[in-house]
């Protein structure tokens, strides 16, 4: 069996963007929880800056989360917020 992949995905919009990040961003959620493999999809948002998003995910594969990647849903948000983030960090994790 594989190990589980871990994500952890920042994405710092520009404050004048927040918004329609924010709103972007949420549209995610759902049709990423129907993908298959996805077993943890949480978003969290800074309490401090709130230009700060953090997607924790746990996948059962690297394959299916590479799948995620390739989805409709996510080409989309990326269409969406060109022009609109400061940075997006990417995190694949394992469990130590």
Known sequence: MSEVLTII????????????VKREIIKL?????????????????DNKVPEV??????????????KHNQSTHLAEFVK?????LESLIVNQMSRV
Do not use: S, V
């Not at 995905?9 to 329609?20: N, T, Y």
């Open 9 to 20: 995905a920042r994405i710092e919009a520009k404050k004048e963007k927040l918004e329609l």
């Open 29 to 45: 959620i759902e049709p990423t929880l129907n993908e298959e493999g996805c077993m943890q999809y949480d978003l969290h948002q």
């Open 53 to 66: 998003f953090i997607f924790f995910e746990n996948w059962e594969t690297k394959a299916l989360w590479e």
């Open 80 to 84: 969406a917020t060109d022009g609109a």
